[in-house]
């Protein structure tokens, strides 16, 4: 205290008459300073030791330095400034009040605490260390914090927290013992529910709003719109194909978007960003016709196509069998890759569905066009054998141009399998039959490079010639014969010998050769009828015209006919009188 009396003998010395209007002053004033109350003034002075403080009555208070280490640094109070204390009790003998800060933080703290308590308000509070079952929360007196109170979601590092100052609510208080129990989770809880009703208030269809980006996912982004997240889905990001968020967004980024729809009981929101532009689908068939070439983007490929985007947000796909007109069967990265400009044919548009079909090979001229250009039918070309089946072989002539030769164009002799004339990879010549550019066809021969065996056949043979045959095969009506390789004719039934034949398999065999004659000539349908039985008649005519240039021309007619009935068998008994006679037996 000397260091105060020596301050204060240096200040003016009041008179005895000024010192007794002073107390008449402070006398009502006086009686009202009872400790404990809760007084305002203005600091005086700062010493080492203590805060002189002017509380506007006769004495001034003093604020021991030690009471402010847990509210206020002493070096940063000032003469002039406003501060509050507790009066504590009467300096009789210095004549000065003694006053507490630490106690009007406190007293006031139970206030603030009290009155949130029952109002259902918060408080602002420093967490000041953590204890084994929660935290130490300095509200102007301490209080306590529970672990599962700290936050909405459990902490994972409870250190994180010391040092900050939050808002809290009271959940418990007893002014008496000074004791309080806070809750940051129930005002975070409170202040969530109260951005949420904000946010909702505002949302309507169609309507924009602006957020913040707060995370992405794989399907999709999560907006902060300041209570709430709304979704941005994927699909709603853009007109065009994206494969992940992160091509249009980044987290924290402020975007603007459209709600899409919205359900305040489920606090869900649906968000849309395409939407803030015009859709590309609309009045998709006045922006393309079937059947014109446009320019497009190739964007992806897939195992049965490629996707080509012809504007942004509309894209078309052009199946794997209209990329090429090669017949085979070629994956799309051989043809095509990721960003390259092409030119391809609109082959049908499905707006409700959102689909165009395009072709690349329709955007070209066919290549059989081009080849009919360089030759027709009859003209001859080389290529090598890429496939064989078992109606025939395919002839690769020119790229992306395979030639069909059927079995029947193969060889003029009947084959079982077209690999019996040729192999795949074999070079080899064909004439071209047909060259049909619509139903994108082209027919091929091999035969034909010998020429037409039939039409030479009709040529050289006419009705009744003899001919040497192979039967090749037998049947229930006849047999098949080969007249010459390639060319087959019927024997029936009835011309295989001058005796009726029940079954062809028991007077002939499959190789056997015998003499025939034409019996009839269908050129037009290649056809041929011959006949074993007028064979033989017609040798054994040419044998007895022979025999008889070599006869003596003396010989009478009798001795002629006589010789010859020798080789003839007697007469039969007439069949009718066997059977009278047979009916009379079973009779």
Request: hydrophobic share 35%.
């Amino acid at each position: 205290m000397s260091e105060l009396n020596k301050d204060s003998n240096k200040e003016e010395k009041i008179n005895p008459k000024e010192f007794e209007n002073l107390i008449d002053q402070y006398q009502f004033n006086l009686k009202e300073l009872t400790p404990g109350k809760l007084v305002k003034g203005k600091v005086v002075k700062v010493t080492s030791n203590y805060v002189l403080v002017d509380i506007g009555y006769k004495s001034e208070g003093l604020i021991p330095n030690e009471d402010f280490k847990n509210h206020q640094n002493v070096q940063n109070i000032n003469p002039g400034d406003d501060i509050e204390a507790v009066l504590e009790r009467r300096d009789y003998e210095e004549g000065y009040l003694i006053l507490s800060k630490s106690k009007a933080v406190a007293q006031k703290a139970l206030n603030n605490l009290e009155k949130a308590y029952h109002q259902n308000n918060w408080i602002i509070g420093e967490i000041t260390k953590k204890s084994k079952s929660g935290y130490t929360v300095n509200v102007g007196i301490n209080t306590f914090l529970p672990d599962s109170h700290a936050d909405v979601k459990p902490v994972k590092n409870p250190e994180s927290l010391i040092g900050n100052r939050y808002k809290f609510k009271v959940i418990k208080f007893d002014r008496k013992n000074e004791n309080a129990v806070l809750s940051r989770k129930l005002y975070l809880q409170d202040e969530k529910e109260k951005r949420k009703r904000q946010v909702f208030d505002k949302l309507a269809p169609n309507k924009k709003i602006k957020g913040k980006v707060k995370s992405l996912t794989k399907f999709g982004a999560f907006i902060d719109l300041g209570g709430i997240e709304g979704l941005l889905h994927i699909s709603d990001m853009s007109w065009g194909k994206i494969n992940h968020p992160s091509e249009i967004f980044r987290a924290g980024e402020e975007v603007e978007v459209m709600v899409l729809d919205y359900n305040e009981k489920e606090e869900k929101v649906s968000l849309g960003y395409k939407q803030l532009t015009p859709d590309p689908w609309e009045n998709i068939e006045q922006k393309y016709q079937v059947g014109e070439n446009v320019e497009g983007k190739v964007v992806s490929l897939t195992d049965f196509g490629a996707f080509i985007e012809l504007e942004k947000g509309v894209e078309g796909l052009a199946h794997i069998s209209d990329l090429s007109w090669s017949r085979k069967n070629v994956h799309p990265k051989k043809i095509l890759s990721p960003e390259q400009k092409v030119t391809v044919s609109v082959l049908n548009i499905n707006p409700p569905a959102r689909r165009i079909s395009l072709g690349l090979k329709q955007a070209q001229p066919h290549p059989l066009e081009l080849f009919k250009e360089k030759h027709s039918p009859g003209s001859v070309v080389k290529g090598k054998i890429t496939n064989i089946t078992n109606f025939g072989a395919f002839l690769e002539v020119e790229k992306d141009i395979e030639g069909l030769i059927h079995i029947s164009d193969l060889s003029w002799k009947k084959i079982g399998h077209p690999s019996e004339v040729v192999k795949v990879g074999q070079e080899t010549e064909a004439v071209i039959l047909n060259i049909d550019v619509e139903n994108e066809k082209l027919s091929l021969g091999i035969k034909q490079l010998q020429g037409d065996i039939w039409e030479d056949f009709f040529k050289r043979h006419k009705v009744g010639d003899l001919v040497d045959v192979k039967i090749v095969r037998l049947t229930h009506f006849g047999a098949f014969v080969e007249i010459i390789p390639g060319i087959e004719g019927v024997v029936f039934i009835s011309e295989l010998a001058d005796k009726k034949i029940e079954n062809p398999e028991e007077a002939f065999s499959v190789g056997e050769v015998k003499t025939a004659k034409i019996i009839k000539l269908n050129k037009k349908e290649k056809k041929i009828s011959l006949s074993f039985k007028q064979a033989q008649i017609e040798i054994q005519k040419k044998e007895y015209q022979k025999y008889l240039k070599n006869q003596d021309r003396s010989l009478k007619l009798g001795d002629i006919m006589k010789d010859q009935l020798k080789h003839i068998d007697p007469p039969k008994k007439n069949t009718k009188e066997k059977e009278e006679k047979k009916e009379e037996k079973d009779d």
